[in-house]
């Protein structure tokens, strides 16, 4: 029987948006907002309870990060924020930022990264997603400039680009987008072909997106969690259940991902099996405000973190993957 049991929970000084474990480590990053209008970003290590180990103040909140691009020496963070800047970060230091360029015109509301030591394979990459309705992919060996600019037309309406995955970066020459926005719009980018392979639109807004395979996404939204496979025909499935709060986070099990965990808006945290999909496998209320996100540790199969808007930090353990 699969069970998700909470292990520990950590007050924080801020509210959190973003949450990711540096790699071949026990420590975790924590991004998020003071009430002082500016950003906070964190360290946490786990022993026997978190401990603060480094935080810096940013003048400006912090809405996303991703060690996706981090390799197993530097271990650099990528973070987005409301300002629009790109920023990395020697996550053993947080005085200054390694490299800082103003990405965006305004909020960064989403971001990944591939090529680093957990999503190995290929260039070292950052993509990220605005209000503003661009996807800018980076370099991470030079920040200055992005690699490749996906702009809507002049002659199409600009949406508020909620959400953004890389797929298929085990193969650094044929890389994949997936793009989600305000409006339920779905869209996918071949980056090689620098062209679209596929677009449809869902009945509400992206909040995340995971591939868990080549062909397969985990999307959820304003009302629910929705399956994609493109492999052959494409095929769409809505989770019985989901449909009730927003789900906010979704995050596959590194080890299997045919597991995955989903953080909703009503404050509960579900493990899911996608070859079991008729209801999740374990569900808590972990709060009683939203659960922002989630990160598995890649070392330690079913530890799993989640954050929530009542500022707190929190870890749980999933028995019998």
Known sequence: ?????????????????????????ARICVVGATGRGTGTIAVFEFQKAFSLVGEAETTTPVRCCTMGAADGITRRLATGDFDGQLQLWDTNRFDLPLSTVKAHETIINAIDGCGGINRPGGTREIVTASRDGNIKVWDTRDIEKSVLDIRPKRTEQINDAWAVAFGN??????????????????QLFDIASTQYIYKTKLNSGICSIEFSGPTRLTITTLNGITLFDFSKETTIKNLPGSSDTTVWSTRHLPQDPNYFASASGDGTVSIWNHENLKSPLSTITASKHPIISSDWNKDKKGLLAYCSFDQTLRLGLVKGL
């Open 169 to 186: 970066f085990e193969n650094g020459n044929e890389r994949l987008l997936a793009v989600g926005f305000d409006n339920g719009e779905l």
């Open 1 to 25: 029987m699969t069970t998700l049991v909470p292990l520990i929970s950590r007050d924080l000084t801020f509210t959190p948006y973003s949450i990711q474990w540096i790699p071949t480590s």
